[in-house]
C-alpha cells in the first residue's frame, strides 16, 4: 500500500512537471504584478533569472502566486500584521542590553542605516572566516559587542529583528555575492537544493523550479524565493524564518531534517537568495 502511494505521488509529480514544463499559467494565479507598498516603494517582482540559475528563464517574487486578498495586505503597512512585530522591534533598536550598555542605535544609529543589508546577506565575513546569514550577525553584534545574551535563532525576538532589517530594505534590489571565497559555500547549498530528501524522496528543485504555479492542498506552488523573508504566514498566524521554512519543507517530505542556524542551512539559504537576484526585497511578505 505505502508502495503505492508513492507511485501515485510520482505519477501526479511527472504530470505537474510536463504541465510546468509548458509554462506556467497564470491566469490560474492572478495576472497582478505590479506591487507598490505604501503607494510609494515599488517592488520588482519578475526579473530574468540571474546566469548561474539553470532552470529557470525568468524569477518570480512568492507575492505573484498569493490571492488578490493576501497581496493587498503586503501593499499596505495598515494592513500587514508583520509591521507590529517591526514596532516592537524598533523599540528594542533604541535600548542598551548586554554588560556593555549599549544598543543597537549606538553604532547604528537608526534602522535605516541598515538599508542595504538585507539586499546582500548571506555574505562572506572575513573576521570569522565564514558565511554568515542576517541573524548570525544580529548575535555577533549582540554577544561581541554589546555583552548580551544571543536571541535563539529562530526565537521570537530574533524574527522581530530580521523582520526589522528587512523592512528598512524594502525595495532594494537583491544581490548575493557568491563567488570569492563564499562559492564553495554556494555550492553545498545548490548541492543541498537538487538532493532528494525523505521517504518521498523529493528535492527543492522538485517543486520550486520544476512545478512552480501548480496547485498543491489548494495553494499555488511559488520559486520559492526568500526575498520576502522573515514573512507573515497567515496559517502560522505570526513571523516564519527562513531557516524554519526550510525545515517545514524537508518535513514535508517525511525527512529527517536539519537544524535551523546548522551549516547546511546557511549554504542552502546562500544558494536560495542567490537565486533571487535582481528582485527586491520585499520582507516582511505576506503570504498564506
Same mark, same amino acid.
Given at each position: 500500500?505505502?508502495?503505492?502511494?508513492?507511485?501515485?505521488?510520482?505519477?501526479?509529480?511527472?504530470?505537474?512537471?510536463?504541465?510546468?514544463?509548458?509554462?506556467?499559467?497564470?491566469?490560474?494565479?492572478?495576472?497582478?504584478?505590479?506591487?507598490?507598498?505604501?503607494?510609494?516603494?515599488?517592488?520588482?517582482?519578475?526579473?530574468?533569472? %540571474?546566469?548561474?540559475?539553470?532552470?529557470? +528563464? !525568468?524569477?518570480?517574487?512568492?507575492?505573484?502566486?498569493? +490571492?488578490?486578498? !493576501?497581496?493587498?495586505?503586503?501593499?499596505? *503597512?495598515?494592513?500587514? %500584521?508583520?509591521?507590529? *512585530?517591526?514596532? !516592537?522591534?524598533?523599540?528594542?533598536?533604541?535600548?542598551?542590553?548586554?554588560?556593555?550598555?549599549?544598543?543597537?542605535?549606538?553604532?547604528?544609529?537608526?534602522? #535605516?542605516?541598515? +538599508?542595504?543589508?538585507?539586499?546582500?546577506? %548571506?555574505?562572506? *565575513?572575513?573576521?570569522?572566516?565564514?558565511?554568515?546569514?542576517?541573524?548570525?550577525?544580529?548575535?555577533?553584534?549582540?554577544?561581541?559587542?554589546?555583552?548580551?545574551?544571543?536571541? @535563539?535563532?529562530?526565537?521570537?525576538?530574533?524574527?522581530?529583528?530580521?523582520?526589522?532589517? =528587512?523592512?528598512?530594505?524594502? @525595495?532594494?534590489?537583491?544581490?548575493?555575492?557568491?563567488?570569492?571565497?563564499?562559492? =564553495?559555500?554556494? #555550492?553545498?547549498?545548490?548541492?543541498?537544493?537538487?538532493?532528494?530528501?525523505?521517504?518521498?524522496?523529493? +528535492?527543492?528543485? /522538485?517543486?520550486?523550479?520544476?512545478?512552480?504555479? /501548480?496547485?498543491?492542498?489548494?495553494?499555488?506552488?511559488?520559486?520559492?524565493?526568500?526575498?520576502?523573508?522573515?514573512?507573515?504566514?497567515?496559517?502560522?498566524?505570526?513571523?516564519?524564518?527562513?531557516?524554519?521554512?526550510?525545515?517545514?519543507?524537508?518535513?514535508?517530505?517525511?525527512? #529527517?531534517?536539519?537544524?535551523?542556524?546548522?551549516?547546511?542551512?546557511?549554504?542552502?539559504?546562500?544558494?536560495?537568495?542567490?537565486?533571487?537576484?535582481?528582485?527586491?526585497?520585499?520582507?516582511?511578505?505576506?503570504?498564506?
Amino acid at each position: 500500500m505505502a508502495s503505492f502511494r508513492k507511485q501515485k505521488l510520482w505519477g501526479a509529480v511527472f504530470a505537474a512537471g510536463a504541465v510546468a514544463a509548458t509554462g506556467v499559467v497564470w491566469a490560474d494565479i492572478g495576472e497582478n504584478r505590479s506591487l507598490i507598498v505604501n503607494g510609494e516603494i515599488e517592488m520588482i517582482v519578475e526579473a530574468p533569472a %540571474p546566469e548561474h540559475v539553470e532552470g529557470l +528563464s !525568468t524569477i518570480y517574487s512568492g507575492w505573484v502566486f498569493r +490571492s488578490p486578498e !493576501t497581496q493587498m495586505m503586503q501593499a499596505d *503597512d495598515f494592513d500587514n %500584521p508583520a509591521m507590529l *512585530d517591526v514596532d !516592537t522591534a524598533r523599540e528594542t533598536f533604541e535600548t542598551a542590553m548586554g554588560t556593555e550598555g549599549q544598543s543597537c542605535a549606538s553604532c547604528h544609529d537608526t534602522p #535605516e542605516s541598515l +538599508s542595504t543589508v538585507r539586499a546582500t546577506y %548571506p555574505q562572506w *565575513d572575513e573576521e570569522h572566516g565564514e558565511v554568515q546569514t542576517v541573524e548570525m550577525q544580529i548575535t555577533e553584534c549582540m554577544t561581541e559587542r554589546m555583552g548580551a545574551e544571543a536571541y @535563539g535563532y529562530d526565537s521570537a525576538e530574533m524574527r522581530r529583528m530580521s523582520a526589522l532589517i =528587512s523592512a528598512v530594505g524594502r @525595495g532594494e534590489v537583491v544581490n548575493v555575492a557568491i563567488d570569492g571565497p563564499a562559492q =564553495s559555500t554556494w #555550492e553545498q547549498g545548490q548541492e543541498i537544493y537538487y538532493t532528494r530528501y525523505g521517504q518521498l524522496e523529493l +528535492s527543492c528543485a /522538485n517543486c520550486h523550479e520544476q512545478n512552480y504555479g /501548480n496547485l498543491i492542498r489548494a495553494d499555488h506552488l511559488s520559486q520559492g524565493q526568500v526575498n520576502g523573508f522573515p514573512t507573515y504566514r497567515l496559517r502560522n498566524s505570526g513571523l516564519v524564518s527562513i531557516h524554519n521554512r526550510f525545515r517545514g519543507c524537508i518535513r514535508d517530505t517525511r525527512g #529527517e531534517t536539519f537544524a535551523v542556524g546548522s551549516p547546511e542551512f546557511v549554504a542552502l539559504e546562500l544558494y536560495v537568495a542567490s537565486r533571487g537576484n535582481g528582485l527586491t526585497v520585499e520582507g516582511p511578505a505576506v503570504r498564506n
